[in-house]
């Protein structure tokens, strides 16, 4: 049974810092590229960043570029995402996702977390 459970969510305010964490098991986790989406209230769910399963390479959304850092363990099979200099606009839920996918990080993936809140206040 594949499981991403997302942990790190909270309220800070805008300037602030959050680290998310992404525990994954059932899968073989280097295999997949993991990713970050977050849903904001009456918005679509948007991609935020992604780590191809290499590790060594990555991609942002513009709107956090230079303020999200996404890194991957692989001996403890976890993905995190450090967000910095945090924006009200931020606030959302944020998913963990992973797709048996080598270069392609937008678009569908194959399995999703059950999300973690991130508010952020002016």
């Known amino acids: 049974q594949v499981r991403l459970v997302e942990s790190g969510g909270g309220l800070v305010q805008a300037g602030g810092s959050l680290r998310l964490s992404c525990a994954a098991s059932?899968?073989?986790?280097?295999?997949?590229?993991m990713g970050w989406f977050r849903q904001a209230p009456g918005k679509e769910r948007e991609f935020v960043v992604a780590?191809?399963?290499?590790?060594?390479?990555?991609d942002y959304a513009d709107s956090v570029k230079g303020r999200f850092t996404i890194s991957r363990d692989y001996a403890k099979n976890t993905m995190s995402l450090q967000m910095n200099s945090l924006k009200p606009e931020d606030t959302a839920v944020y998913y963990c996702?992973?797709?048996?996918?080598?270069?392609?990080?937008?678009?569908?993936?194959?399995?999703w977390g059950q999300g973690t809140q991130v508010t952020v206040s002016s």
């Open positions: 059932g899968i073989t986790f280097r295999s997949y590229t």
């Open positions: 780590i191809r399963r290499s590790g060594g390479s990555t």
């Open positions: 996702a992973a797709r048996d996918s080598g270069w392609a990080t937008r678009g569908s993936y194959d399995y």
